[in-house]
Every structure is written in C-alpha cells, then in structure tokens.
C-alpha cells in the first residue's frame, strides 16, 4: 500500500478541511476511493487534481472509539517492549558465561528498568491523548 503522502501533497486548509494536491491527476478516483475506505467515516471529493477532504466534527461515539484504538496502539506498543526484553535477556542469557553473575544481573536489572521507564512513557502518551479526545468536547 502506498501512503498518501506518496502520490500527493497533503496540506490543512482550516480546522475542518484537508486538501491533497496530486501529483498525478489521474490518481484522484483511486485516492478518494482509498480514503472512503480507510474506515475514516471520510467523503473526498475529487476536483481534478485536488482531492478535499472535509473533517467531521467528533461526536461522542467517535471520541470514544480514537480512545479505544489509542489503547490499542499502546498495548501494541507495550507488547513490542516486553518482545525487546525478552530478547535482550535471551541475548545476556547465551553470553552469561562470559560473565560474572553479578554482571549478569546487573544487566538483566537495567534490562528491567529500562522497560518499565518506557512502559510507563507509552502510559503517559496513551493518557494524554485519550485526554486530548475527550476533552475536546
């Protein structure tokens, strides 16, 4: 799949309108098409070369569905981390020979820590923006 900002120059005319300039205007059906499609709730409109895109203001029910796929993309990202850690241990585990114990540990220690400080980044980000959802009421 080829993102949009491959075929176009997108830019934001207000708070409520995209426009995206194609480079080649024979692409505009297959870019709206492609948008219709993104399961946006998006209706592009093709004016030769232009494709605009007008935003919906949220409504309650669109809010709470960004928030749930923001958690979504944090457990993805959470999983993603806990995948790293158990490479990075697996990694310390097949050279722990070459190693004191304590070194060993010590790692596996600052292994930990590192995925909790950055667990707890992806927290912080996925609040955030579930608050930038919400409360944007």
Avoid: C, W
């Avoid at 923001?70 to 050279?95: F, H, N, S, T, W």
């Avoid at 070459?98 to 400080?117: A, H, K, P, Q």
């Amino acid at each position: 799949m080829t993102p949009l900002s491959a075929v176009a120059q997108v830019t934001k005319k207000s708070a409520q309108l995209l426009t995206a300039t194609l480079y080649d205007a024979s692409l505009g059906e297959a870019v709206k098409q492609a948008i219709e499609d993104s399961g946006m709730n998006l209706n592009p409109q093709v004016d030769g070369d232009v494709v605009s895109i007008p935003i919906p203001k949220l409504d309650k029910s669109s809010r709470e569905a960004l928030g749930k796929q923001a958690k979504k993309v944090a457990e993805a990202a959470k999983q993603r981390l806990r995948r790293v850690r158990k490479d990075a241990m697996d990694e310390v585990k097949g050279v722990k020979d070459d190693f004191s114990e304590d070194e060993v540990n010590r790692t596996n220690d600052i292994i930990e820590v590192l995925v909790e400080e950055y667990s707890v980044v992806v927290d912080e980000h996925r609040d955030a923006k579930i608050e930038e959802v919400m409360g944007s009421e």
